[in-house]
């Protein structure tokens, strides 16, 4: 599970330091940057806590939501430094494409101020994080900042919608509309193939450990490629004992974070029907899928298809005999 940790707290003299370097110098940039960008600057994006104007094309831009990173990236920009999470991101397929040799700098795994100041950046992006008031103006006293908007709750923006938010950021509408359109069309084709999948319910089981089991709740975004095909999501979310597995025992069980050599140690699970007639998908922490899952952003969702639909069909067309490869 992610790590939570106290923000830094940086002394007023310091985020003054920040306003004095930075500020003054994206005024009288302003300008020349939006000539050069055509007519996408200045822009406004609309939030939870009212709205943020961003007046010149980012240069220096830092991710602080858990997984923006990945969509900032999806449209062509390489932040200077993101929030740290997986530290196996730069290395996934689709990621590693986008950097092309180039280094994504971590700050840490907690909203450190201090070292966002550093960067000196001219946009901060939020979005998948829960995000006060209080964390917002001491962002926004460094750089504009763009949060969720106020239409969802914390951390639960959909993929689509923090795509778009990301490209008018960015000044890349266009862009970011090309690349929902090309996952949504990706999934339409995989539900026309797959019929079957409708109104099944899948229970995404992540990182279960030492008998732990925390449900993937409706609306969790790292459930979002399973919604968009059509599955639906059970009940009962978040932490589960192993006393309560029967709630696993749905139409298709996906265990992200575990093998199924770990998973079938438990005398329980093993009983359950989901499991006994290979309707469970298994794939551990340190694959690439796990981490597309969890990101989330346009392009990791483009891999996590690829991944996911075969053994999906494996999983759900009502053949004991067809077996559900572990994904890797």
């Known amino acids: ?44 994006v609309e939030h939870k806590f009212g709205r943020t104007t961003i007046p010149a094309k980012p240069q220096r831009i830092v991710t602080v939501g858990w997984n923006d990173q990945d969509f900032v990236l999806a449209l062509g920009e390489v932040p200077v430094s993101t929030r740290e999470w997986f530290e196996e991101y730069p290395t996934y397929p689709w990621v590693a494409a986008k950097l092309n040799g180039k280094q994504l700098p971590t700050f840490s795994a907690e ?11 001219d946009l901060i992006l939020a979005v998948y994080e829960t995000v006060t008031r209080e964390t917002y103006d001491k962002l926004s006293q460094i750089a504009p900042t763009v949060i969720q908007s106020g239409d969802f709750k914390d951390e639960e923006t959909p993929w689509d919608v923090q795509t778009l938010t990301t490209g008018k950021a960015l000044g890349k509408d266009a862009e970011a509309r090309a690349l929902v359109d090309k996952v949504n069309a990706k999934v339409d084709e995989a539900k026309k193939a797959n019929p079957q999948f ?25 459930r979002s490629i399973f919604d968009a095909l059509g599955f639906g999501t059970q009940e009962q979310g978040e932490d589960v004992s192993e006393e309560r597995l029967d709630l696993l025992d749905r139409d298709v069980l996906f265990v992200n974070g575990a093998t199924r050599a770990d998973m ?29 899952l969890s990101y989330s952003g346009p392009d990791a969702l483009l891999y996590a298809l690829d991944k996911l639909v075969p053994e999906l069909r ?7 005999a067809t077996k559900v490869n572990e994904l890797t």
């Not at 004095?20 to 940057?33: K, R, S, V």
């Not at 909203?111 to 950046?121: F, L, R, S, T, V």
């Not at 409708?198 to 790292?222: I, S």
């Open 1 to 44: 599970m992610r790590v939570r940790a106290l923000a830094t707290l940086v002394t007023t003299v310091l985020l003054g330091a920040s306003l004095a370097a930075c500020g003054g110098g994206n005024d009288e940039d302003a300008p020349a940057a939006a000539t050069s960008a055509g007519a996408a600057f200045p822009v406004e």
């Open 264 to 292: 079938l140690k438990s005398p329980v699970f093993s009983r359950l029907g989901v499991v006994r007639e290979d309707r469970t998908l298994y794939t551990s922490f340190d694959t690439a899928l796990a981490g597309a």
């Open 198 to 222: 409708a109104g099944k319910v899948l229970v995404g089981d992540y990182g279960p450990e030492k008998g732990q089991h925390w449900l993937l709740p409706a609306k969790d975004p790292r």
């Open 111 to 121: 909203i450190n101020y201090e070292a966002i100041i550093k960067q000196q950046p």
């Open 314 to 320: 494996n999983a759900t067309d009502g053949d004991t």
